[in-house]
């Protein structure tokens, strides 16, 4: 726990959490692996009875977590879904409403089709881009608006603060944000205005592919208390192990997310200017359409961006096939750069019509532009295009 909250926050994720461990002083913090602790006399812990409720190497990395959302505490979960359940578990009953938004990770969309619509909760998915399309969603019954932007994978953006303030007229109305695509470091939706940060640790907290994870934040104490409550009864907390690995990439992910956002932004300008390309998705480029709230509201561009190929879709999968460098994964934020197909991959169980109507094309290729140096990724790219088109 830091006493300094005025460090800045690529001092704070590598201190945030020193407390040493005082039998070899060892610098990193330790995995406490342990499933439960010794009472000191019946009934008297030090504050850990069992590693459902907490573990020391959890809270080290939540302390983490919480020193760049700006936030008391933070939560941290098994995955980035078990975050996004534990809170839809611990907010909503049968009988409530949630608007999403419709372009959203594949998986958020299939928790509410597939799981949350058994146990009553009543959705509905809109263009979160615009208020007033949010707005006619509502419902006298709605208790949570979740959204995702920049939403993956066309990098839709939704204003956070129009929304959050959409969302208070309302009584009973919170606002959460999926924050994956670029951390609050790049992104701090909470002073924007939302109620409830999430990331899927996963990706560019953890940043080296390692783990899967999720957190939670918010300065609403009482949400806080209630979600660790319900984390504790499920047992969706994290395991320490992979607390202890997210702990070691969230040292570095100043300076990745820095990295991260000037290549992006080379391969995003160097692709736009590539005569196979038909468009690129990137808040950055001077095309895109919501550049101005891209400005207002993030910090920084990101490391992420989508882009179709002036071919049939075929030909698109041949270019995907014949990258080299470029790594076929699902997942992004990751020092490797990744590189998917949504048709076919986290959107495919949208239909065809469906998928068009929200951009999320046959020809839509996504990128999690990683730390390689962009010339070899360009030179990758260029040999893939000789390939596909010689
Ligand atoms: C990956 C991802 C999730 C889900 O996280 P997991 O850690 O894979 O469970 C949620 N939202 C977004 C935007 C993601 O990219």
């Keep these: 726990m830091t006493d300094r909250p005025d460090f800045d926050p690529s001092t704070l994720v590598i201190h945030s959490n020193r407390s040493y461990e005082r039998q070899s002083n060892s610098i990193l913090f330790p995995i406490h692996q342990t499933a439960t602790y010794i009472h000191e006399t019946v009934g008297v812990t030090k504050g850990y009875g069992y590693s459902r409720g907490a573990n020391p190497t959890v809270n080290a990395l939540e302390q983490a977590i919480a020193a760049i959302e700006g936030t008391r505490t933070a939560l941290c979960f098994r995955s980035g879904m078990s975050a996004i359940t534990t809170l839809c578990l611990g907010l909503l009953h049968a009988g409530d409403h949630v608007v999403l938004?419709?372009?959203?990770?594949?998986?958020?969309?299939?928790?509410?089709?597939?799981?949350?619509?058994?146990?009553?909760?009543?959705?509905?998915?809109?263009?979160?881009?615009?208020?007033?399309?949010?707005?006619?969603?509502?419902?006298?019954?709605?208790?949570?608006?979740?959204?995702?932007?920049?939403?993956?994978?066309?990098?839709?953006?939704?204003?956070?603060?129009?929304?959050?303030?959409l969302a208070h007229s309302r009584e009973n109305l919170l606002l959460?944000?999926?924050?994956?695509?670029?951390?609050?470091?790049?992104?701090?939706?909470?002073?924007?205005?939302?109620?409830?940060?999430?990331?899927?640790?996963?990706?560019?907290?953890?940043?080296?592919?390692?783990?899967?994870?999720?957190?939670?934040?918010?300065?609403?104490?009482?949400?806080?208390?209630?979600?660790?409550?319900?984390r504790k009864i499920i047992g969706s907390i994290q395991a320490p192990m992979d607390s202890w690995l997210a702990l070691q990439g969230v040292k570095t992910l100043p300076a990745r997310l820095a990295m991260h956002?000037?290549?992006?932004?080379?391969?995003?300008?160097?692709?736009?200017?590539?005569?196979?390309?038909?468009?690129v998705n990137y808040p950055g480029l001077p095309t895109f359409p919501q550049i101005e709230l891209a400005k207002k509201q993030q910090k920084a561009f990101g490391g992420m961006l989508s882009f179709e190929l002036?071919?049939?879709?075929?030909?698109?999968?041949?270019?995907?096939?014949?990258?080299?460098?470029?790594t076929c994964a699902e997942s992004l934020g990751s020092v490797e750069t990744l590189i998917t197909h949504p048709a076919t991959a986290s959107h495919c169980d949208l239909s065809l019509a469906e998928r068009d109507r929200l951009g999320i094309t046959d020809r839509l290729i996504r990128l999690s532009v990683g730390l390689e140096s962009?010339?070899?990724?360009?030179?990758?790219?260029?040999?893939?295009?000789?390939?596909?088109?010689?």
């Design 101 to 165: 938004s419709e372009v959203i990770y594949g998986g958020t969309a299939r928790l509410f089709h597939q799981v949350l619509t058994h146990f009553g909760v009543e959705y509905t998915f809109a263009d979160t881009a615009s208020v007033e399309a949010t707005e006619q969603a509502f419902r006298p019954n709605t208790r949570l608006l979740f959204i995702e932007t920049p939403a993956n994978p066309t990098l839709r953006l939704s204003d956070v603060r129009a929304l959050a303030d």
């Design 176 to 230: 959460a944000v999926d924050n994956t695509f670029l951390t609050p470091l790049l992104q701090d939706c909470l002073s924007l205005g939302a109620d409830i940060s999430m990331l899927s640790t996963t990706k560019y907290i953890d940043g080296h592919n390692a783990t899967l994870g999720g957190s939670l934040a918010s300065h609403n104490e009482a949400l806080m208390e209630r979600l660790l409550y319900v």
């Design 261 to 279: 956002c000037e290549h992006a932004m080379k391969v995003a300008q160097w692709l736009a200017a590539h005569p196979r390309i038909a468009k």
């Design 310 to 326: 002036d071919a049939s879709p075929e030909l698109s999968l041949k270019f995907v096939d014949a990258l080299k460098l470029c």
């Design 374 to 390: 962009p010339k070899d990724l360009i030179a990758d790219f260029e040999q893939a295009f000789q390939t596909v088109f010689a």
